[in-house]
């Protein structure tokens, strides 16, 4: 493992974030191209696909797969909207319960175990946690596109080639706070790549900035994260070192309610990982989509520009939890929500920056400050003060 300091930023990025050629059109899989997969049959998947040539959405899957436990049982889970679930669970497949089935070898993939209800209604309007007393994170000054009140640092990490059929890297990086607190857990997300996109360099910006506000994040390497599987096994990852006495996350995590995060193939990823992930509790959608459990909180981030606009606005129409929708005028999929924004200090690539640290620290850390950048839109919320939004708008909160 190596450590890496803060200022790591390489004025670099990979050619092939910039590149979409006819295949994003097309919906395909194959590296190298972004948009979202629209194949409907794959092997290895069960109802949600994955696999080879299946797609990582986890409703347009191949309604059965081949190979390993794949099934729309997916291997051990149950059936139907809801499959219950208990034990630990692990990348292998554990006795995790899913809601739709998973690929695997066996049962799910989800981390700790558990259940979800697909079909329910949230009963009432969800809120925020709110902790006793003061927030236990050190607060930020209240402009969350400003670096927080913690040092970062990095680590990167090689979970072995055994995450996904598609795999091409096993490596992730961690952001993680310094000092860690010693009464106060972090909160913990994981992020997936867009398609083609290799390394933490592209979208660093995003997840170094979110642990400047105490958030750890791990990130996914691997340039095709659309079938859930990387935030699965980032977020399984953290939970055994936050258990492991010899780690430096032993008992520093909190794992109550997780967040997934990434963008356009990665973002689609995030919302399956959701699916797979008994605790998830919130997620941030740079420009993807799909179907989200109502137990989960949705940011949707995406431009005027942005090749799948469209779809990240559908999503946020049909959440059935909390959700904000922050839609940025002449933003687009290339340049505003990567590498190349931030370096130019594009005003949009800012203030999606800061919405993605503030989300997480509302609905993982409590942090009240930061739900009022969301609440009230689109005239009274903290973001609602940038002229720059083309939309700015809110459900269910």
């Known amino acids: 493992m190596t450590i890496r300091p803060r200022s790591w930023y390489p004025i670099v990025y990979l050619a092939a974030a910039w590149g979409c050629a006819a295949a994003c059109a097309a919906g395909q899989t194959s590296t190298g191209t972004e948009g979202p997969p629209v194949s409907t049959s794959g092997t290895g998947g069960g109802l949600g696909g994955g696999g ?37 669970g692990s990348t292998a497949g554990g006795g995790g319960g899913t809601t739709r089935g998973t690929t695997g070898s ?63 890297t096993g490596k992730f990086t961690i952001f993680y706070p310094q000092p860690f607190e010693t009464s106060c ?67 520093k995590l ?16 995030a919302t399956a990982g959701a699916d797979k992930i008994a605790n998830t509790a919130a997620e941030v959608c740079v420009a993807g989509g799909g179907t989200l459990p109502a137990t989960v909180s949705f940011l949707g981030l995406t431009g005027t520009q942005d090749i799948l606009e469209s779809m990240t606005k559908s999503t946020f129409q049909s959440v059935p939890g909390p959700a904000f929708l922050a839609d940025w ?28 640290a503030a989300w997480f620290r509302c609905w993982l850390a409590g942090d009240q400050a930061a739900c009022k950048v969301f609440q009230g839109a689109p005239t009274s919320c903290g973001a609602c003060t940038n002229s720059g939004w083309a939309t700015l708008a809110e459900r269910n909160m």
């Not at 930020?140 to 990095?154: C, F, I, L, R, S």
């Not at 994981?190 to 660093?204: I, L």
């Not at 691997?222 to 996350?249: E, F, L, R, W």
């Not at 967040?259 to 356009?264: D, Y």
């Open 52 to 88: 080879n040539g299946g797609s990582p959405n986890a409703e347009q899957g191949a309604a059965s797969g081949s190979g390993g436990g794949g099934s729309t049982s997916g291997g051990g889970a149950g059936t139907g909207k809801t499959a219950s679930g208990g034990g630990a």
């Open 106 to 168: 066996s049962g799910s993939t989800t981390a700790g175990g558990g259940s979800r209800d697909a079909g329910a209604a949230p009963s009432s309007t969800a809120q925020p946690p709110s902790p006793p007393g003061a927030l236990c994170l050190k607060p930020g000054g209240g402009d969350y596109t400003k670096a927080g009140p913690y040092q970062v640092q990095t680590e990167e990490i090689d979970l072995g080639m055994n995450i996904d059929s598609n795999e091409q």
């Open 185 to 251: 857990l972090h909160p913990v997300v994981a992020w997936g790549n867009g398609t083609g996109v290799t390394g933490p360099t592209t979208y660093g910006f995003f997840n170094q900035n979110a642990a400047s506000y105490g958030i750890v994040v791990i990130a996914a390497e691997d340039p095709d994260t659309g079938s859930g599987n990387y935030h699965v096994a980032g977020i399984n990852y953290m939970t055994q070192q936050n258990a492991d006495s010899s780690s430096k996350y032993y008992q």
């Open 254 to 269: 909190d794992l109550k309610g997780v967040g997934v995060a990434g963008h356009s193939q990665g973002a689609i990823g």
């Open 329 to 356: 005028d002449g933003g687009d999929h290339f340049t505003t929500e990567t590498l190349a924004g931030f370096v130019a200090q594009n005003p949009g690539t800012i203030q999606m920056m800061g919405l993605y």
